[in-house]
């Protein structure tokens, strides 16, 4: 047996062979939890979160796993059953507090699922618009060209490229509409001369991996309101607000007379300031995206990371180091329109935080240079405790190769904490400061690169409670509504109130009519094989040749017998019946 002895992190000497660095945890508080705040690894401080220990159970909660099966099985199902939306699924839960957090959460994790899978379209959408845009004005004058190719000779030849295909160069009507400023100024260039805005300029650098996080807000917005899903999210607050002591809903701010929803005309003050909210929510959960956590990110996944525009060339050391301070300060939650974030309202000037500060001078960087280098670049503000990140001026970087031209990206890795970086990070890992290694990203079996990646068109799965707990009024209106049944003049709009996903109790087992189904779940294992019959029976009635019935096990006894043995929930004889005579 060896023996293996810890020393202090901050050693002078290098540990030996039978010793490790750590962390000496004491406890002079008797109160105090006996798990340590801090990881001795990476010295990822959790004092300030939720979970207040790295020791702890990592696993995938009952509501998110609930969430990630129910998706994939309404990705298998066909959209349409006549002319009816096919994607409706019931899921039995036999606890009423587990039916009601099934049916708010799963709508959130499924909206945060909509955005990642908007997201990777958006900056390939904005980028080819934006083409074909400029390939329209320039086939019709040759006075916006030669502008061009003093800022970007790439998206010159791109521009010739298309220009000499003989088919007709068509631009989106909507990148149109919500980008008229860029389109009016291309216009003026290209026929009267005028000089390009300084919007155009930028976009024009940033061809063709860099696209404004504003620009891809703008077409993820639209993308889900074209799916009838609030852009903003799925909380309380946002789906509903009040208007001059009235109570409305999202979806008043908008008319839904047309084919795809549009503004309101003559909108007042108040859904003026929800849909500013909703806006600034949305980008809230853009950066959610692409920070969700340290292992997460969307650079760790080896899909693109976040940029800004950079008005003069520098160093690429430099560069590298601001894009890598900007990825852990976002990481941390320290951003505009994070609920815990707050400017300083007498903009008093915040030095960086320790970890970032050692990183900077370990590369050689003076982060004074860096800090008003990032404030000219608007990138940076100064919040009420610590420096933030304002994503408003934040690009997207996608590689113009595309993240799926190969199972992983290389790039760089750090051995300690395992962060995985798409540019060499000024050679250093920005959270804990250890030298980079050659490397490539994380397993391409990862959910979030898959949502990204390959699963397919994002759709709508509106999640509502049927309950013995449900008031009286609203269960009719959900049956209806979960059937794709609206009555005309009472302001039901199928694109928003049609119903994808019911949560339910033991009280949908029988006696309820839901209409056809191709798919139920259920939460956990039923009680007894006759509830577990009335559940799955649910599916595959009125001539539907093929049903589906899926079980999420949890970590219970009960569950777990049922687990092993399959054929005695499906096969048991059922009991005999008999009368209680007490």
């Known amino acids: 047996n060896k023996e293996i002895l810890m020393v202090t992190r901050n050693a002078a000497t290098a540990p030996k062979s039978n010793e490790v660095r750590g962390r000496f945890f004491r406890i002079s508080n008797k109160d105090a939890d006996a798990f340590p705040p801090i990881c001795p690894r990476c010295e990822t401080d959790y004092r300030r979160r939720p979970s207040t220990s790295p020791l702890r159970q990592h696993r995938t909660g009952f509501q998110r796993s609930s969430q990630v099966l129910a998706s994939a099985l309404a990705r298998e199902m066909p959209k349409y059953l006549g002319s009816k939306n096919a994607r409706k699924l019931v899921i039995f839960s036999d606890s009423r507090q587990d039916a009601a957090k099934l049916s708010a959460g799963m709508e959130l994790d499924h909206y945060r699922d909509m955005v990642r899978v908007c997201l990777m379209g ?26 061009v190719a003093r800022i970007n000779s790439r998206l010159v030849d791109d521009i010739l490229q298309m220009m000499s295909l003989n088919a007709e160069i068509t631009v989106d009507k909507i990148f149109t509409q919500e980008n008229r400023d860029l389109v009016n100024n291309l216009l003026q260039a290209a ?13 024009m650098w940033g061809y063709p991996t860099k696209v404004p996080l504003r620009n891809i807000r703008d077409i993820v917005w639209t993308r889900l309101l074209n799916m009838g899903i609030c852009p903003g999210g799925t909380r309380a607050g946002l789906l509903q607000f009040n208007d001059d002591k009235q109570r409305k809903y999202w979806w008043e701010c908008f008319d839904w ?9 003559n909108s007042t003050e108040a859904e003026r300031q929800h849909l500013v909210k909703l806006k600034n929510s949305l980008m809230m959960e853009l950066i959610i995206c692409l920070f969700p956590n340290s292992t997460r ?20 050391v430099f560069h590298q180091a601001c894009h890598s301070v900007i990825r852990n300060i976002c990481e941390k939650k320290n951003f505009r329109y994070w609920q815990s974030f707050a400017l300083d309202p007498h903009n008093h000037t915040k030095q960086f935080q320790k970890k970032i500060m050692n990183y900077l001078n370990s590369t050689g960087i003076d982060p004074l240079s860096m800090k008003e280098y990032l404030a000219d670049m608007r990138v940076i503000l100064n919040g009420a405790h610590t420096l933030g990140i304002d994503p408003e ?53 990862d959910y979030y690169r898959y949502l990204a990646e390959k699963s397919g068109e994002g759709f709508r799965f509106h999640s509502e409670e049927l309950s013995g707990q449900t008031d009286i009024a609203d269960k009719p209106d959900r049956q209806r509504w979960f059937q794709e049944v609206f009555i005309k003049g009472q302001r039901e709009i199928p694109a928003v109130r049609g119903i994808d996903l019911l949560s339910v109790t033991t009280t949908m087992e029988a006696g309820v009519d839901i209409g056809s189904l191709l798919a139920v779940m259920m939460a956990n294992m039923p009680p007894r094989r006759f509830n577990y019959q009335q559940r799955v029976g649910r599916a595959g009635r009125k001539g539907i040749g093929l049903s589906l019935a899926i079980t999420f096990c949890r970590g219970r006894s009960h569950d777990e017998f049922y687990y092993r043995r399959p054929e005695s929930i499906t096969g048991d004889p059922p009991p005999p019946p008999y009368v209680d005579m007490r």
Not at 419 to 433: D, K, L, P, T, V
């Open 257 to 265: 007379s047309t084919d795809l929803p549009v503004y309101k005309e």
């Open 191 to 203: 026929f009267m001369d005028e000089n390009l805005s300084s919007k155009n300029f930028e976009l």
């Open 122 to 147: 958006a900056h390939a959408s904005f980028t080819k618009s934006y083409l074909s845009q400029l390939s329209l004005f320039s086939k019709q004058t040759d006075k916006l060209l030669p502008k």
């Open 393 to 445: 001026n934040l690009w997207l970087y996608i590689p113009e190769s595309g993240p799926s031209e190969s199972a992983t990206s290389n790039g760089w890795n750090c051995p300690k904490c395992g962060a995985f970086y798409m540019h060499e990070s000024a050679g250093r890992c920005a959270e804990c400061n250890t030298e980079l290694k050659k490397g490539s990203s994380h397993s391409s079996l």
């Open 297 to 316: 990110t969307f650079e760790n996944l080896g899909l693109g990371y976040a940029t800004f525009y950079q008005k003069d060339s520098g160093s690429t």
